[in-house]
């Protein structure tokens, strides 16, 4: 099995930063790619962003392009996600996804293990 758990929300201002991180455990090996998405009071889970494993493609939702910064580690095991220039509209609980495919889509249904997520509010 695989554990992710994630670390670094919390309340920033609008136009300020926050650095995500998630780390895994487990059978590391199984991983091929990693993704963050995060879910809004009363809205559906969507897609940020993901990475391979060798970090040559990333792939980012309009929303957050040229905001948002998705890295990894892969001798820590873990992936980061740097928020720069944060919007109230950022506010949502963020999880970790990882994948055991090279390329996964935007879908949940192409990752196989979560974190329990935290939380990021900006505040306007």
């Known amino acids: 099995q695989v554990q992710l758990v994630e670390s670094g929300g919390g309340l920033v201002q609008a136009g300020g930063s926050l650095r995500l991180s998630c780390a895994t455990s487990g059978r590391t090996d199984r991983l091929l790619s990693m993704g963050w998405f995060r879910q809004a009071p009363g809205k559906a889970r969507e897609f940020v962003t993901t990475?391979?494993?060798?970090?040559?493609?990333?792939d980012y939702a309009d929303s957050v392009k040229g905001r948002f910064t998705i890295s990894r580690e892969n001798a820590k095991n873990s992936v980061h996600l740097q928020m720069n220039n944060l919007k109230s509209e950022d506010t949502a609980v963020y999880y970790c996804?990882?994948?055991?495919?090279?390329?996964?889509?935007?879908?949940?249904?192409?990752?196989?293990?979560w974190g329990q997520g935290t939380q990021v509010t900006v505040s306007s």
């Open positions: 990475i391979n494993w060798s970090g040559s493609r990333e």
């Open positions: 996804a990882a994948s055991s495919t090279m390329y996964p889509g935007r879908l949940q249904r192409d990752f196989d293990y």
